[in-house]
């Protein structure tokens, strides 16, 4: 399957150029035999646009609009927006088919920042998984996936693929080159991830969008400028590239410490194919040994 990630700047509040743009991208896009168009967290209305007084439903204008152009393109497109629904407003991200049809719909879990934890409420459903073209695709926004639990829990749910809009500053380059490859090659992912670049309302934009395999290298990228990145996902990979985490890690239990015994593996966790060094409640367990040792 051919993804295509587009790279730009933010729509900035202008909601017409917004939509000339996905139908551009979308035309380009289905030229190159994409099937589907990941595009940047908040694409609208844009990202540093409090209050997102114009934020809208998930059967609103926007997204009926979105459908249209997907259809007519035949292709499909991720995007994140700015959703009201429940009396609050949502950084949510959509997918829609090359039919139309939808196809997920994310409330980010993980937000980042005074301005969205000021103007949005968390989400508090897992992240779907859902069909593309015979792989099994999971959303995510932004710092969700800076999060290994978020990751592990789309792979073991499933999920070769993850579609991340996100929303990078300036300065935070880590993300992109460590922690976006980390968690593809430590959950045997493909991530990619849509960023903007450029400047918006004072916010410098990192740009780096990328598409990572989950032997962690780069199966395409962009640098600082605006880019549209046309990009064949490989169904197969060889053994020898791919995280053996899940079998090689050993839990190293301190009854003197958490004052019980060692739990044994049940038959289903032993055979999972996750690194366990990712499940939250291992996290969490590490983290309480921590706490008491000190």
């Known amino acids: 399957m051919k993804l295509a990630v587009y790279q ?3 729509p900035a509040g202008d909601i017409d150029a917004a939509f000339r743009r996905v139908e551009g991208l979308l035309a380009a896009a289905s030229a190159a035999g994409a099937r589907m168009l990941l595009l940047p967290e908040l694409f609208l209305p844009g990202y540093n646009q409090p209050p997102f007084a114009g934020a809208q439903s998930l059967d609103g204008p926007w997204m009926a609009r979105i459908a249209g152009m997907a259809r007519t393109a035949r292709c499909g497109v991720t995007l994140g927006w700015a ?17 139309g049809a939808l196809l997920a719909h994310y409330r980010k879990i993980q937000l980042y920042g005074d301005m969205e934890r000021g103007c949005f409420r968390p989400g508090d459903a897992p992240p779907p998984i859902f069909d593309l073209d015979g792989m099994r695709a999971g959303l995510l926004i932004c710092y ?3 999060f290994p639990q978020h990751a592990a829990d789309l792979a073991r749910r499933g999920a070769g693929l993850v579609l991340v809009p996100t929303a990078n500053p300036a300065g935070f380059d880590h993300v992109p080159r460590v922690l976006v490859p980390a968690r593809a090659h430590e959950s045997r992912l493909i991530v990619a991830y849509a960023n903007l670049c450029g400047s918006e309302g004072g916010l410098e934009y990192g ?10 290298l780069p199966l395409a ?20 590239a791919l995280s053996a985490q899940d079998r090689d890690l050993r839990r190293i239990w301190r009854a003197s410490i958490t004052g019980r015994a060692a739990p044994r593996r049940s038959s289903a966790s032993a055979g999972r194919n996750v690194p366990a ?10 983290s309480t040994t921590q706490t008491s040792e000190t």
């Not at 959703?83 to 039919?99: C, L, Q, R, T, Y």
């Not at 060094?277 to 590490?286: E, L, N, Q, R």
């Open 221 to 240: 990228a962009a640098g600082r400028a605006e880019a549209l990145l046309i990009c064949d996902l490989p169904q197969d990979w060889p053994d020898a």
């Open 83 to 99: 959703e009201a629904a429940e009396g609050a407003v949502f950084n949510a991200a959509s997918a829609v088919g090359p039919d």
């Open 8 to 10: 730009g700047p933010s």
């Open 207 to 216: 740009g780096g969008s990328v598409v990572v395999g989950p032997d962690a």
């Open 277 to 286: 060094s990712t499940d939250p409640k291992i996290s969490m367990s590490a």
């Open 144 to 146: 969700d996936i800076e």
